[in-house]
T-cell receptor
Framework: QKEVEQDPGPLSVPEGAIVSLNCTYS??????FMWYRQYSRKGPELLMY????GNKEDGRFTAQVDKSSKYISLFIRDSQPSDSATYLC????????????FGIGTKLQVIP | DSGVTQTPKHLITATGQRVTLRCSPR?????VYWYQQSLDQGLQFLIQYYNGEERAKGNILERFSAQQFPDLHSELNLSSLELGDSALYFC???????????????FGPGTRLTVT
């Protein structure tokens, strides 16, 4: 079993829909939770990170962490065609000298 | 543009050969990370350097090695290449403070390696 599980999709939604992307994990020591967006043939780009449990909002994006369930989510409101990309969750035990474990990524397509 | 540069963009080589991938971090960043991305394995952490010293190691093969130079650029050396080494190799950088910033990494555009 992988430390971080993520459904690779693809996920297709109509423009304007609310998108929910999720990851589960098995390592209860994870403290930092990140979401990256990767466009085709580009490097991943950090969207947001959260420390420990709770919610964090940045514009149309909201990240949620539920450590009791070992489950994290990224919500995208009013989705746009420009949101079409692969979304990777990532986690680490600490913020410093520590490897970051990535999910395999969910491919999202927002249809105009 | 993340500010992280990687060269070359593409590399085609034969099995058994050796290649060197180069990365320059964002201005001011002292940590450099190397990742391998393949379709079936996703993004795999290889190794991290901070200000010239190795700080964390992932599933990096013995045929692979890396170093970070005094000017903070980093090189990833891949030797005795096999077909299975074909992948995208990304470099990322973070932070100026020791032990901080793994959660806020900035990725370069990657090097696509094809081993034939």
């Amino acid at each position: 079993q992988k430390e971080v599980e993520q459904d690779p999709g693809p996920l297709s939604v109509p423009e304007g829909a609310i998108v929910s992307l999720n990851c589960t994990y098995s390592n209860s020591a994870f403290q930092y939770f990140m979401w990256y967006r990767q466009y085709s043939r580009k490097g991943p780009e950090l969207l947001m990170y959260t420390y420990s449990s709770g919610n964090k909002e940045d514009g149309r994006f909201t990240a949620q962490v539920d450590k009791s369930s070992k489950y994290i989510s990224l919500f995208i409101r009013d989705s746009q065609p420009s949101d079409s990309a692969t979304y990777l969750c990532a986690m680490s035990v600490s913020g410093g000298y520590q490897k970051v474990t990535f999910g395999i990524g969910t491919k999202l397509q927002v249809i105009p | 543009d993340s500010g992280v540069t990687q060269t070359p963009k593409h590399l085609i080589t034969a099995t058994g050969q050796r290649v060197t991938l180069r990365c320059s971090p964002r201005s001011g960043d002292l940590s450099v990370y190397w990742y391998q991305q393949s379709l079936d394995q996703g993004l795999q952490f290889l190794i991290q350097y901070y200000n010239g010293e190795e700080r964390a190691k992932g599933n990096i093969l013995e045929r692979f090695s890396a170093q970070q130079f005094p000017d903070l650029h980093s090189e990833l050396n891949l030797s005795s290449l096999e077909l299975g080494d074909s992948a995208l190799y990304f470099c990322a950088s973070s932070g100026g403070l020791a032990g901080v910033g793994a959660y806020e990494q900035y990725f370069g555009p990657g090097t696509r390696l094809t081993v034939t």
